[in-house]
């Protein structure tokens, strides 16, 4: 029997990150109740499809050859290498960053196959020289996938005099010593500070 409407949709919408089967199914059936909204998110999403392409520049998501923040001449001289376009989001979120972005879509896997040019690295090295940044910051994910890749960049920036830092690691507020990994512990550890 062919699939129907709602359950194509719901197929397809359950390919999203974070959206069940149950969650998956009730949009699809809102979006058949609501034509207008149906019709509205097609147009928006043909020209996600058609126009959203990787800044030249730093990789993040844009419809144009450079982006936005790219463009901005009024950013600080520093540059925040982030995993996804959602991380760079977050850090913009935060009002407190006002430099530049690198967006690597993904961390070094050697066994999977994703090298340092997958993850655009040769260009960054090339972007912190050009515009000669004061400052690498290092806003990686703290899982080993995101240590290997902390430390390839480091290894490149640092030999061409470039200075690097990395977000604070360890223990998040609330948690007890007890029950943290030895991950995040031995980083707790070596980001202690000054009481
Ligand atoms: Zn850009």
């Known amino acids: 029997m062919k699939e129907s409407v709602v359950d194509s949709l719901a197929t397809a919408l359950g390919k999203l990150p974070g959206i069940g089967k149950k969650t998956a199914l009730r949009l699809a059936f809102a979006l058949v109740d609501n034509r207008q909204l149906a019709s509205d998110l097609s147009t928006v999403l043909a020209e996600t499809a058609a126009g959203v392409r990787e800044c030249v520049l730093c990789r993040n998501l844009t419809d144009g050859e450079v982006c936005e923040t790219c463009l901005d001449r009024s950013r600080q001289?520093?540059?925040?290498?982030?995993?996804?376009?959602?991380?760079?989001?977050?850090?913009?979120?935060?009002?407190?960053?006002?430099?530049?972005?690198?967006?690597?879509?993904?961390?070094?896997?050697?066994?999977?196959?994703?090298?340092?040019?997958?993850?655009?690295?040769?260009?960054?090295?090339?972007?912190?020289t050009s515009i000669n940044a004061r400052e690498v910051i290092l806003a990686l994910d703290s899982t080993t996938e995101g240590e290997a890749t902390c430390a390839y960049i480091a290894n490149q920036l640092e030999s061409r005099n470039i200075k690097v830092t990395q977000l604070a690691r360890g223990l998040p507020p609330g948690a007890l010593v007890e029950f943290a990994d030895s991950l995040t512990l031995s980083q707790a550890l070596k980001g202690r500070r000054g009481y």
């Open 77 to 128: 001289n520093t540059i925040c290498v982030v995993h996804t376009p959602a991380d760079q989001r977050s850090m913009e979120d935060t009002g407190l960053y006002r430099g530049y972005y690198f967006v690597l879509h993904g961390s070094l896997a050697p066994l999977d196959g994703t090298g340092p040019s997958d993850l655009g690295i040769p260009l960054l090295v090339e972007r912190a």
